[in-house]
């Protein structure tokens, strides 16, 4: 089945229509038409090569809302019609202690999990392509359920993976009511984050290089704000939070925040910048007890979740919808910090594109 596509060629060129195949769907496969796709920053990443192993041509995308068009025999989860979501991954080894206990992204098969895009298929050296595309094959337990009204779809396409991997460090840290969490970082990841700590009952300090994201951070749920480069307002929340969870995309320094957790704290890191942040201040860490951690997006079941609890809090991105062919121009705004907070393409406009 042959579907248009955007791809880019090289690290160094803009995307540019492309055309790919996708598989018939096999017994336990669930063929998707594609409605929307998020623009996640790790798409931008990829495509400029700033991360080492990325393969060309490359059709990024890990945030799908699409329409099932047809099901293999063995799919009793899914039919023709339903509206469904794909975040990062299509398939794992499913054996591993990760997979068994839910956590495929962590799969410790001998490929690991499949990524949507840019990840080897099991077995061999083939390709994946993701949601920068009119459709995609993808085995039914990587499907996910989407039960938010359909006028917000396009704003739900961001919850497959900047909701997920805000949502997961939250819960895996356990915050509870009234807990003093701060989030770093106001993009994508940012800005789902600070509506999901603040739907878990938090008290949410955004923390943001950019001035004028402040009264837009409040609006998203913040109780306070914090311009971090900014010493006086850093120095007046010393020593008082409980989690910092920390969605930076650039290489910066981290002993600003973590001078900033309660002994027993932990700053969770999810951005993944090209240049590695400046070593931490151990002293800093050991003379409290604190901890710097990472996340990596959720399981298939914890996914599931957090798109069923952001249908019953009312939750979606705040999104700006782009056009197929704006792809590039919207990858040089995210670089500037200029979205607010994440553009999704209209996958309607992928079938005027040459
Ligand atoms: P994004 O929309 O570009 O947001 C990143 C935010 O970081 C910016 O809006 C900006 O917020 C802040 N920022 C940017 N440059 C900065 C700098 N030099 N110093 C301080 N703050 C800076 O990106 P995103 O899509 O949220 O992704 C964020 C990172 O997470 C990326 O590295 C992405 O690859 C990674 N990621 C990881 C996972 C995972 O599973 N761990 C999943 C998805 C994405 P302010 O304007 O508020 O300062
Ligand atoms: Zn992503």
Not at 274 to 283: I, K, L, T, W
């Amino acid at each position: 089945m042959q579907t248009k596509a955007y791809a880019a060629h090289a690290s160094s060129s803009p995307l540019a229509p492309f055309s790919l195949d996708r598989r018939e769907p096999g017994a336990d496969d669930v063929a998707i038409d594609i409605l929307y796709c998020g623009v996640c920053h790790s798409d931008l990443h990829a495509a400029r090569g700033e991360w080492p192993g990325m393969r060309f041509p490359m059709v990024p995308g890990h945030e799908i809302v699409g329409r099932v068009t047809a099901v293999g025999d063995e799919v009793t989860a899914f039919k023709p019609g339903d509206i469904v979501g794909v975040g990062c991954m299509v398939d794992s080894c499913g054996e591993c202690p990760s997979c068994e206990e839910g956590d495929e992204q962590y799969c410790e098969g001998e490929h690991g999990f499949i990524q949507t895009y840019n990840g080897a298929m099991k077995g061999g050296g083939e390709n994946t392509f993701g949601g920068y595309s009119g459709s995609i094959v993808v085995k039914d337990s990587f499907v996910l359920k989407i039960r938010h009204k359909e006028a917000d779809l396009a704003a739900v396409a961001p919850l497959l993976c900047a909701g997920i991997t805000t949502y997961s460090p939250l819960r895996h840290w356990g915050i509870m009511p009234g807990e003093k969490v701060g989030i770093v970082g106001i993009g994508g990841l940012g800005h789902m984050g600070i509506k999901l700590a603040h739907a878990m009952g938090a008290h949410v300090v955004a923390f943001t290089t950019s001035p004028s994201k402040r009264e837009a951070a409040l609006a998203l749920g913040a109780d306070e704000v914090v311009v971090s480069r900014d010493p006086a307002e850093m120095a007046a929340h010393a020593g008082t939070f409980d989690f910092i969870l920390n969605t930076v995309a650039a290489s910066h320094n981290l002993d600003a925040f973590t001078a900033l957790l309660k002994r027993d704290g932990t700053m969770t890191l999810v951005g993944v910048p090209s240049e590695p942040h400046p070593s931490p201040n151990v002293a800093n860490l050991i003379f409290s007890r604190r901890a710097i951690a990472g996340s990596l997006i959720g399981g298939i079941r914890e996914t599931q979740e957090m798109l069923d609890f952001c249908a019953d809090h009312g939750i979606v991105a705040d999104i700006e919808m782009i056009s197929m062919q704006d792809i590039d121009a919207a990858f040089d705004r995210m670089l500037k910090s200029d979205v607010k907070y994440r553009f999704v393409i209209d996958m309607e406009t992928l079938k005027q594109a040459a």
